[in-house]
């Protein structure tokens, strides 16, 4: 989880989201098979970013305790509220800043 890997695709998501055009993270959740290249390149980047926010503002052991919580049955949006005290539109939000700041685009 070391590094910075979502440079590659920082301006284009903060592009998106700045426009009112992203989707949101429930609708990224469950199976990506359905999905065409572009979207599922696209659900890859937000979910690359969100962790890679997630993991920069609060470590490796809050990713941790959200995949035990939905391990043990939570919805993944349940188990961001019980860890992060955030719902998605608050990730996206949180994600999208971290973006601007860690990449300056």
């Keep these: 989880m070391e590094g910075k890997r ?3 695709n920082s301006a ?3 592009r998106i989201y700045g426009a009112g055009r992203s989707t949101s993270l429930g609708r990224l959740e469950g199976s990506w098979m359905g999905m065409d290249g572009n979207q599922a390149a696209y659900a890859y ?3 690359l970013a969100n962790i890679e926010c997630i993991v920069q503002a609060d470590g490796m052991g809050d990713i941790q305790r959200i995949l035990d919580r ?4 939570e919805t993944p949006e349940a188990a961001l509220r019980a860890v992060l005290h955030s719902d998605y ?3 996206m939000q949180s ?4 973006l601007k700041k860690a990449y300056g685009r």
Excluded: F, H, K
């Design 6 to 8: 979502s440079s590659d």
């Design 12 to 14: 284009a998501l903060t």
């Design 45 to 47: 980047a937000w979910a």
């Design 70 to 73: 939905i391990a043990a049955g």
């Design 89 to 91: 539109n608050d990730v």
């Design 95 to 98: 994600t999208a800043e971290y």
